[in-house]
């Protein structure tokens, strides 16, 4: 053999090897980027869920989104399709941003007619920048470039760990996985002691501003609230875009008024939900002065994180219409409650 033909062999060789390996991704899939999963157990898991989203996101047959923070990820798509009809899934971002989220929003709107959008909109959430996500994205899964697919296609974890996982569930399915995927209400003990373990909270008075009848958005909270989501409710008139605010416990509220935010969160939350209000395909369900809820640590594995069946809960009444917001005014009612019970929290201690 010549050295030439060699070479030849060699890079013939080469080129057969890494079609090989692109077929079999491709084949494969096991993040769903091409087609949906049919004769394995695709591996969505909350460390998988910046990729699993975009092809739950392409190729899932759904007309509804589940957007938000991992306040979300408990919900169950089947209990959402009952009571508000549809057929839901779960494009959560854990410790996402207004802009994470706007992401899922773009990719769903451009691959699927939406019908309902179930936000969970963070309070705090609002003053991160906004065009940053908090959590990174592979972005070459996000968009249709073909081309920069090759970093999904020569991946070191998807070759090595996650088809080997697949090929282990060939041949199974799990109808019950569009409800289980992301949820962690199984995984945490709840209650006071699981709430205050290690939880440290600071004992100095911070000054609080008073809070403004009318407050006007930062600069950060409307460019959020601009960018991330009017241009969804503007342009799609025929959604139905359903926030709501989510129970965290009064320990959280506590803590936003040891670190001078509480006010302020309050304010942007108000300022945010008269500019959505605006709309006439916009509705908004507030639960953070839930009494039964955020006073009883039992449903809480820390400051925010709420159970399962909180969740459950959140979905039945928002079908029922209750805790939904119509004016300013009930905003600020519910301001008022969370600031009492903080100051009785404050002086008893």
């Known amino acids: 053999m010549t050295?030439?033909?060699w070479?030849?062999?060699t890079l013939t060789l080469l080129i057969g090897a890494l079609v090989l390996i692109v077929a079999?991704?491709?084949?494969?899939?096991p993040f769903e980027v091409y087609h949906k999963a049919t004769a394995f157990i695709p591996p969505i898991e909350s460390g998988t869920q910046s990729y699993s989203n975009a092809g739950i996101a392409k190729t899932y047959d759904y007309d509804s989104i589940i957007i938000g923070s991992s306040m979300t990820e408990n919900f169950r798509p089947s209990q959402l399709d009952a009571a508000?009809?549809?057929?839901?899934?779960?494009?959560?971002?854990?410790?996402?941003?207004?802009?994470n989220h706007r992401?899922?929003?773009e990719m769903a709107f451009s691959s699927h007619g939406i019908k309902t959008v179930f936000y969970g909109l963070d309070v705090d959430a609002l003053s991160f920048f906004y065009k940053t996500p908090k959590a990174e994205m592979p972005t070459y899964l996000y968009d249709d470039e073909l081309l920069n697919d090759v970093q999904y296609w020569f991946n070191r974890s998807v070759l090595a760990k996650y088809i080997p996982k697949c090929l282990?569930?060939?041949?199974?399915?799990?109808?019950?996985?569009?409800?289980?995927?992301?949820?962690?209400?199984?995984?945490?003990?709840?209650?006071?002691n699981a709430v205050l373990s290690g939880a440290v909270i600071s004992g100095e008075e911070v000054a609080q501003a008073p809070l403004e009848e009318h407050p006007a958005l930062s600069q950060q909270s409307r460019l959020n609230v601009e960018y991330n989501l009017l241009p969804f409710i503007e342009a799609h008139p025929e959604t139905q875009f359903i926030f709501f605010f989510p129970p965290?416990?009064?320990m959280q509220w506590y803590a936003f008024y040891t670190q001078g935010q509480l006010v302020d969160n309050l304010m942007q939350k108000q300022a945010a939900a008269e500019r959505l209000l605006a709309y006439d395909n916009v509705k908004i369900y507030d639960f953070q002065a839930n009494l039964d809820w955020i006073l009883n640590l039992n449903h809480y594995v820390d400051f925010e994180h709420y159970g399962?069946?909180?969740?459950?809960?959140?979905?039945?009444?928002?079908?029922?219409?209750?805790y939904r917001i119509t004016d300013a005014e009930q905003l600020r009612e519910n301001a008022a409650v969370l600031m009492s019970y903080v100051d009785r929290k404050r002086f008893a201690k």
């Open 308 to 322: 399962a069946h909180i969740n459950e809960q959140i979905v039945t009444l928002i079908a029922q219409d209750a």
């Open 103 to 105: 992401q899922m929003m």
């Open 7 to 9: 070479g030849r062999l």
């Open 24 to 29: 079999l991704v491709v084949l494969v899939d």
């Open 3 to 5: 050295r030439s033909q």
């Open 248 to 250: 965290y416990s009064l």
């Open 168 to 192: 282990r569930t060939l041949g199974q399915t799990d109808p019950s996985q569009r409800d289980t995927m992301y949820s962690w209400g199984e995984d945490f003990a709840f209650g006071a």
């Open 84 to 99: 508000l009809g549809g057929r839901f899934v779960k494009l959560c971002v854990n410790g996402g941003t207004p802009f």
